[in-house]
């Protein structure tokens, strides 16, 4: 089976820079996917790494590290509308190569 | 296009009701997923279609979950005999296959909660 950590809660105030981790254990590894969901919202895709290494975009930067087995998304220039859930997810095998989610991460953003 | 539509939004059921969400994805999109969410977790796959083809189920999907999608568009969800650990958000999602992410484009979902 898979298994995802990431922690349950962050804070931080506007302006500031955000990293939330997530480690992972699974097999047949394809990459890590971040997304966001606002309450009562659709998740939304953030990021995908398949590779080791940085990707960015925009604000948003996410990390990928397979001999870690570790991963994490970074927020810069955190802005209220940033007040989410941000979820983890390993994509795996079969022919769905679904997603596997992690429990997310409840980012507060503080004025 | 106006993404991946689900209806109803919410829907309240006593125990023992059978009910069916329904879902419409993107028009061009071949891949329709169902993944089911309770609170403070993230989405749990239930099952995938490629086209009209169910190719996978999730062993959270027991004999009284049905899922269909037999023109390869829309799709449905049956929950039969609904218990009150069925209520939690159903969400649909779509992808091309095409996307070397895989990304999926969720659904705001359908809310159950059974009394």
């Known amino acids: 089976g898979q298994s995802l950590e990431q922690p349950s809660e962050v804070t931080a105030v506007e302006g500031a820079i955000v990293q939330i981790n997530c480690t992972y254990q699974?097999?047949?590894?394809?990459?890590l996917s971040w997304y966001q969901q606002h309450d009562g919202g659709a998740p939304t895709f953030l990021s995908y790494?398949?590779?080791?290494g940085l990707e960015e975009t925009g604000r948003f930067s996410s990390f990928l590290s397979r001999s870690d087995s570790y991963g994490y998304l970074l927020l810069q220039e955190l802005q209220m509308k940033d007040s989410a859930s941000y979820f983890c997810?390993?994509?795996?095998?079969?022919?769905?190569?679904?997603?596997?989610f992690g429990s997310g991460t409840q980012l507060t953003v503080l004025p | 296009d106006t993404g991946v539509s689900q209806d109803p939004r919410h829907k309240i059921t006593k125990r023992g009701q059978n009910v069916t969400f329904r879902c419409d994805p993107i028009?061009?999109?071949?891949?329709l997923y169902w993944y089911r969410q309770t609170l403070g977790q993230g989405p749990e796959f239930l099952t995938y279609?490629?086209?009209?083809?169910?190719?996978?189920k999730s062993r959270l999907l027991s004999d009284r979950f049905s899922a269909e999608r037999p023109k390869g568009s829309f799709s449905t969800l049956e929950i039969q005999r609904t218990e009150q650990g069925d209520s939690a958000m159903y969400l649909c999602?779509?992808?091309?296959?095409?996307?070397?992410?895989?990304?999926?484009?969720f659904g705001e979902g359908s809310r159950l909660t059974v009394l």
């Open positions: 999602a779509s992808s091309s296959g095409t996307s070397s992410s895989g990304e999926l484009f």
């Open positions: 699974t097999s047949g590894f394809y990459g």
């Open positions: 790494n398949a590779l080791d």
């Open positions: 997810a390993v994509r795996v095998g079969g022919s769905a190569r679904q997603l596997t």
């Open positions: 028009s061009e999109h071949n891949r």
């Open positions: 279609f490629q086209n009209e083809a169910q190719l996978e």
